[in-house]
């Protein structure tokens, strides 16, 4: 995979937090990654434009054969190709996949959708504020409660859990595409 952005971490010895956004919209792409910019814990953020493509990404198929497994994954619903709504039901019907948290972050407000979301096993759905401060105010809550209280699941083989803090800018963005 290549890099979109490297900033590095000096002198941090945790496995970063594997973050997938599933997102369409470059707008909200780019406010997503700048609201994580200054996260207290070193992740790196894959994205990923699609259903099809998020689901080819967490079975590792061509281009994404050698894609992390995802600590949380952040799902828009409105996507093109397949849903997230699909890509929610898929992920937790797979006994591989249903541990990773994910939160659904999108623009509806409508009940069905929050409703429909939860009966899929969503672990959280938020709808995305308009307003650039609020917006990064909800991103920074989601980096306050899952990436630095909540213990995520570990992986078969790996090490899993918190990621420690840095204190600096400490995002890794990346696509496979670029």
């Not at 672990?123 to 409660?145: A, G, L, Y």
């Amino acid at each position: 995979m290549n890099p979109i952005l490297v900033s590095p971490v000096i002198g941090h010895p945790a496995r970063p937090i594997e973050i997938l956004l599933v997102e369409d919209e470059p707008g909200d792409v780019r406010l997503t990654v700048e609201a994580l910019r200054t996260a207290r814990v070193h992740n790196r953020i894959h994205t990923v434009e699609d259903g099809v493509e998020a689901l080819d990404f967490l079975h590792r198929r061509p281009p994404y054969a050698d894609a992390p497994r995802p600590d949380l994954i952040l799902l828009d619903l409105n996507l093109p190709r397949k849903s997230g709504r699909e890509v929610l039901a898929e992920i937790k019907a797979d006994p591989k996949l249903r541990t990773i948290p994910v939160i659904v972050l999108t623009t509806s407000r409508a009940r069905d959708d929050v409703q429909r979301c939860y009966d899929l096993h969503a672990n959280c759905f938020i709808s995305k504020p308009m307003d650039w401060n609020e917006f990064d105010t909800v991103v920074k809550s989601i980096e306050d409660f899952w990436l630095t209280v909540a213990r995520l699941p570990s992986h078969s083989g790996e090490t899993g859990g918190f990621a420690g803090f840095a204190g600096n800018p400490n995002i890794e963005i990346r696509n496979p595409k670029s």
